[in-house]
């Protein structure tokens, strides 16, 4: 790690208070010069940090830069985590650091996504500055039955994370996106390699991409009407994507370790905004309409159709109906 990045990781950890030049010269075994040295380069980056001779050094709350350093420093789950500026797909990255056998858990996150996706390969709007990308790698021991109960905890850890950071109330729609003042603010999907013999999950990647403020120029015309942010252009001071992304980490991992425990579940029930509402159904070529009775522990719907049947739905999409 840089000595700059060192001194970046004292002062995210501060969390927008003074700290000394000494007791960063103390922690790091560094002298006056050097950190002064360092400070300059992570202004020059984009940081910005002040300073006082008397109080040191404080890195301001309003500069949101994204950091593998400033998230880790926020993290209560001790994890690796690796910054990009761009990347194919978060996801994309992770599964590949799968298969070249990286240590888990890990966490990959980058500032744009040249091919970001969501289900069904669908592409998904992720420019620089606007939004926070990020996917979680982890080497799980159940089965394939849990992947939607996977997908139900990051829907939950990523809800609680917007309203314990941001203030701000989302809402699930089945079965991986949020919702806030009724338009789309995050995607989720997640991905897993499976033994074809044991069916036991070998890896699986839990993406998200969240608009965390409006992108520069607005969204484009074809999703204008259904995307929205967390917030416009300013963000308030005290709100990073870095504090975000580590409580989103946090939650999920500790979600995740309940995973054979279907109690969470019942969390996303009361945050679900299909439960009890007539919808449509996409199912391959099939296409119906149906009241969403329940939702089951796994994570599918109990749908309830015209006729008065009832089917169970593990896979598809779905749209609530405007009557």
């Known amino acids: ?55 040191g050094y404080k890195l301001i709350d309003g500069c949101d830069r994204l950091s593998a350093e400033g998230i880790k420093a ?90 314990e950071i941001c203030g701000k109330e989302v809402e699930i729609k089945w079965v991986n996106d949020l919702f806030y003042n009724g338009k789309k603010v995050c995607g989720i999907l997640t991905e897993g390699v499976s033994g074809f013999e044991n069916g036991k999950l070998e890896s699986v990647v839990i993406g998200l991409g969240i608009n965390f403020k409006t992108p520069s120029g607005g969204f484009p015309d074809e999703i204008k009407e259904v995307a929205t942010a967390l917030y416009g252009d300013r963000v308030p001071q005290g709100v990073t994507k870095n504090r975000l992304a580590a409580k989103i980490i946090d939650n999920l991992l500790s979600l995740l370790s309940q995973l054979e425990r279907p109690q969470f579940m019942d969390e996303y029930r009361q945050r679900s905004m299909v439960l009890n509402q007539e919808i449509t159904v996409y199912h391959g070529r099939e296409q119906y309409n149906a009241l969403v009775r329940a939702i089951t522990d796994e994570g599918g719907l109990i749908v309830v159709l015209d006729d008065g049947s009832e089917r169970e739905l593990n896979s598809g999409e779905i749209s609530i109906r405007r009557v």
């Open 1 to 55: 790690m840089k000595t700059s990045d060192k001194v970046l990781l004292i002062l995210e950890g501060q969390q927008g208070d003074f700290v000394s030049g000494e007791a960063i010269g103390e922690e790091l075994s560094l002298t006056r010069a050097a950190i002064w040295r360092a400070v300059a380069a992570l202004r020059k980056e984009g940081y910005k940090i002040e300073s006082s001779t008397k109080l």
């Open 74 to 163: 926020l993290l209560s789950h001790p994890l690796e985590v690796l910054h990009y500026k761009e990347v194919d797909s978060t996801n994309i990255v992770a599964k590949r650091l799968a298969l070249e056998g990286a240590k888990a858990p890990l966490v990959v996150v980058a500032e744009s996504q040249s091919g970001g996706r969501g289900r069904g390969g669908k592409a998904f709007f992720s420019p620089p500055a606007s939004g926070l990308y990020l996917s979680l790698l982890i080497r799980p021991n159940f089965t394939t039955t849990m992947a939607l109960r996977i997908t139900a905890a990051a829907s939950i850890a990523a809800s609680r994370a917007i309203e």
